[in-house]
């Protein structure tokens, strides 16, 4: 290899294409190189992709062209890097140049669609033969004159709104899932309506978040930030079809027109029916015909609790007795009856049935009111799961927002954070955690939504109940700052703020809390700036989550939280500037995936500080390659044992 650089200089009197195969021939090494962390980079965001497209591909939408081909051309170009891989283990002298133009050109080709991969927006559209997508059902006992008489409101030309109302857990929702299929079902056949809209509306309120919601549920894009024009646009869009709006869980009254929601008349034949808790919102609102949902008989009782535990405890005699005394203390109502008859599945030990008698009848009576008395049945169901592990992974999920849709592995790996899976290999961990969420499915405490899970209201007010105040959490609710620093009690174990419009975190706020351990400010998109002053008290902070918000820089307290295990910074496209994280000796995970941050040298200084007191410890180092830092490649950067 000496006389290369000698033949280079005689060549280049042949010109330029001598000179190039030259240059290919001598850095081809560094070129494939340069090849393969691409590619790295690339796969990194096909993965993304995939999981971004796992959560949004739903019956009846549809992946855009744009992305279909782009993952095609991941495959493709993955392909000629295999074969390009594999000439290297043999490249002879002759070839070597010739191969060396063929990994230039491929690093061209992967940084292309690098770039085309960038998708900002969504990566489905919406089928549009569907009129609407069909809910999951649940088995549903007794209830068909109430699905009657909703139903026979809904074919009258002469009312338009419908309130349907009943106490927490007694099965409003499903109620109206069964419904709202009948109505896409029948719609097939016979055009009564162009569009059937659910939208889910919850305890924390607010017209902006309806608005919008009412509008993802249309397909609307760009709904204008000025409420008043917000109304406007939904009103005409309403107005040109034939539907029906369901709207579940409505907490309060609300005048339609300020969310415009044009009032159903007999004119344009559209229909609104709306569940609740009271039945005043009902009134309120100005429903025509209101349906009360009634508790169920003691036969209908009976079934479903047979339903959920199997039909086979009645082959046992001494059980028959005990069994009719448990579905009496579930009072009739559906989740309770669900719930509790789930927790008792598979056990067929008489003494275990009066032992769990004993039981629900002493968690009853420990607690007064209508709502805590329901939450003491639930509470029998959580108190059987002996695991302790096994129960915070079921209270975890109440830090999401209300009726949210958790996806299963983002669930997992918190968990994994907060030690509730205790150790093993990383697969080890997911299938453990798996299972956990089958086995919460299965005793009915969670719901299974497609791939992710769902958490009954009812079930996460009673996890919030049973960790007042240990957890404080307004997730979801529109928040536009923090709560003020009385609100931050010291009992604070875990803080959830996801998903709101939080934009700053001023100097005011440092709250007292030394025994915060969980942090969750994931998708506060707004969050610009975060003061020095607002870690300055947390002294046992073990998980702090900023992913996906809009900030530049971490405050410098951040060096001091010592015993933080996870700090996730995903997608947070703006930060540039990260102090030095060298004192986090218990650090074990840190996410950078979509960070701006590491062309910056002072942030690659602070992740090569801690790759450096991780490297000191006799662990494993996992990384995911994407960007080049201190000498080596890091994308996501965790450690385990």
């Known amino acids: ?10 060549l280049k009197c042949l010109g330029d294409p001598a000179c190039t195969y030259i240059e290919h021939h001598t850095k081809l090494e560094d070129r494939m190189n340069d090849l393969l962390a ?3 980079q690339l796969n990194a965001m096909k993965s993304d992709v995939e999981l971004r497209k796992k959560a949004e591909l739903r019956w009846g939408r549809l992946l855009k062209e744009e992305v279909k081909k782009w993952l095609l051309d991941v495959q493709t170009v993955n392909g000629k890097i295999q074969n390009i891989d594999e000439r290297m283990q043999n490249v002879s002298c002759c070839s070597r140049g010739r191969l060396g133009k063929q990994v230039s050109q491929a690093v061209e080709e992967v940084k292309e669609i690098i770039e085309q991969g960038r998708f900002t927006g969504a990566l489905v559209i919406d089928d549009p033969s569907i009129v609407g997508v069909p809910c999951q059902l649940e088995h549903l006992e007794g209830e068909t004159a109430v699905i009657a008489d909703i139903w026979k409101h809904l074919m009258s030309d002469g009312i338009g709104m419908v309130g349907v109302w009943g106490m927490g857990g007694i099965g409003k929702t499903t109620i109206m899932k069964h419904i709202h299929n009948k109505l896409l079902e029948i719609t097939k056949s016979e055009p009564l309506f162009e569009k059937i809209i659910w939208v889910t509306v919850s305890q924390d309120f607010n017209i902006s978040r309806l608005q919008q919601d009412i509008a993802d549920a249309m397909n609307i894009e760009d709904l204008p930030k000025s409420e008043q024009k917000r109304t406007a646009v939904l009103r005409n869009k309403l107005r040109q079809i034939r539907h029906v709006l369901i709207l579940d869980d409505v907490w309060e009254g609300f005048v339609l027109e300020k969310v415009g929601i044009p009032e159903p008349i007999s004119s344009n034949r559209s229909k609104l029916v709306l569940t609740s808790r009271l039945k005043e919102f009902c009134k309120s609102i100005g429903c025509h015909e209101i349906v009360e949902v009634p508790l169920l008989s003691d036969e209908e009782s009976m079934n479903l609790f047979l339903v959920h535990t199997g039909r086979g405890v009645l082959d046992v005699p001494p059980l028959k007795e005990i069994l009719g005394d448990i579905v009496r203390e579930c009072d009739r109502l559906p989740l309770a009856i669900k719930v509790i008859a789930s927790s008792m599945k598979g056990i067929n030990d008489v003494v275990e049935w009066r032992n769990a008698l004993r039981e629900l009848r002493s968690h009853i009576t420990s607690v007064k009111g209508t709502d805590k008395e329901i939450y003491g049945r639930l509470k029998f169901s959580f108190d059987r799961l002996k695991d302790s592990n ?11 927002p209300e ?9 997992i790996e918190y968990w994994i954070d907060e030690g509730f899976l205790e150790m093993g290999s990383r697969q080890q961990l997911h299938d453990r955690g798996h299972t956990i969420l089958n086995r919460l499915i299965n005793n009915c405490l969670l719901e299974k939504a497609g791939d992710d899970v769902k958490m009954h209201d009812v079930m996460r007010d009673m996890a919030l109940y049973i960790k007042q105040p240990h957890f ?3 997730a979801g609710t529109g928040l536009e700052e923090l709560p003020s620093k009385p609100e931050w009690k010291k009992d604070v174990e875990r803080a959830s703020f996801m998903m709101n419009k939080v934009s700053e975190i001023p100097l005011s706020l440092s709250p007292n809390c030394g025994n915060l351990s969980t942090l969750l400010l994931k998708k506060n998109r707004s969050l610009k700036r975060i003061s020095e002053s607002f870690f300055q008290h947390m002294y046992s902070l073990n998980i702090l989550d900023l992913s996906y918000t809009g900030i530049k820089q971490l405050p410098n307290s951040v060096s001091n939280l010592e015993t933080l295990n996870a700090l996730v910074l995903r997608g947070c496209c703006n930060l540039r500037y990260m102090p030095s994280l060298e004192k986090l000796k218990a650090l074990r995970k840190l996410d950078l995936r979509g960070t701006g941050c590491l062309c910056h040298s002072k942030a690659s200084k602070a992740v090569g500080l801690t790759i450096k007191s991780w490297r000191n410890k006799s662990t494993q180092l996992i990384t995911v ?3 080049f830092c201190g000498g080596s490649i890091f994308d996501v950067v965790y450690t385990t044992s």
Not at 3 to 10: K, R, S, T, Y
Not at 390 to 400: H, M, T, V
Not at 403 to 409: A, F, K, L, N, S
């Open 625 to 627: 390659p994407s960007f």
């Open 472 to 474: 404080i959490v307004k």
């Open 38 to 40: 691409k590619q790295r």
């Open 1 to 10: 290899m000496e006389f290369v650089g000698p033949i280079c200089e005689a």
């Open 403 to 411: 009726d949210y849709r958790i996806p299963r592995v983002e669930l």
């Open 390 to 400: 096994i129960q915070n992974c079921f209270l975890y999920c109440s830090l999401y």
